[in-house]
């Protein structure tokens, strides 16, 4: 592991743990943007894990038809397991002590296996919803092979402190005070953000709140048409996720040094590692069996 930086934050890697090619944004398939960060006192954290290796080598059987040939079409590569992309770091896979989750649907967790040692940290509400897997949506989102090697969870109810304008964030179990874990209910009965302090300061992976950064940024709200569509049909609870994401536009307002971005969104993930896509995919390409969302 390299050493920590000397600033109060740590060193975090940007990392995309998937390809959907069946979806677009102006061209570009989605992503699933994944963090790893660098901890001096709990090793390797990783914020969602994307895909794993399992979901990488033969989708069909880990993730279902419907997602595979669908309205999803993963890459079939299993570089892009986030476990794969750390060994290429050079570090070791068994360093990855903790994982925190966004939320635990089944473009999220996929890497959960690939980890089977790590404390999964994630909203109680989240939690429940995903074991209980009430109803049409959560049977479909939820998928219980995920976490079939029954990982050690640690789960986190409502109470917490303010931060930046949101409530309820906590710090986490084992974990320093630069990574919490901020409620944005609404895509997901228990969906969350997380924080991180890196070396330039606080970032916010705000998971699915949003998909189109129009929906944080600015004054009012825009979101492409088909993005908003795509958005209602996989919510839990409209009310909350657009009441959320005017705190997110408050906060953008507020604070323009935090960097939020959303898991999906390719241009922000490009944004984020600040050069050309590394494993040269979530390429423009024609869009043909694709389907645009913005
Ligand atoms: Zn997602």
Redesign the pocket.
Known sequence: MTAPAAASGYRVHHLNCACIQRLRIHGRQLA?HCLLVETPSAGLVLVDTGLGTPDLVDPAERLGLMFTYVYAKPKRDPSLAAVNQIRALGFDPRDVRHIVMTHM?L??VGGLSDFPHATVHLHKLEFDAAMQRRGFKAKHRYLPKMWAHMPRFATYSEEGEPWMGFEAVRGLAGLPPEILLVPLFGHTLGHCGVAVRDTRGWLLHA??AYFDPREVNGPQRHCAFQVGLFQAMVQTRRRDRLSNQARLRALTAAHPEIRVFS??NPFEYLDAIGKPDPAGSLHRGRPDSAWALA
């Open positions: 699933c649907d473009d999220h998971g699915d898991a999906h």
